[in-house]
């Protein structure tokens, strides 16, 4: 999924789910500031997989709590 297709027309305070997960769009804001435009989750731990074209990164569900 692209990060910035998520995000679109969304306010930082606003939340998404993704297959039940759900994320503050301010932590994808920032995700893509740094460099990454993908995100893919991995249902079965719900982990996220993001990468960029210089970056590539996993995060757990809790841990993207965190960075909000």
């Not at 995000?7 to 297959?19: A, F, N, R, Y």
Request: net charge negative.
């Amino acid at each position: 999924m692209k990060i910035a297709e998520l995000i679109s027309g969304k306010d930082d305070h606003e939340e998404i789910t993704i297959e039940g997960v759900l994320i503050r769009v301010s932590v994808l804001k920032k995700l893509l500031k740094e460099g990454y435009v993908n995100l893919n989750l991995y249902t079965q731990n719900k982990t996220f997989h993001v990468w960029g074209e210089r970056c590539t990164a996993c995060f757990t569900e809790e841990a993207l709590r965190e960075m909000a």
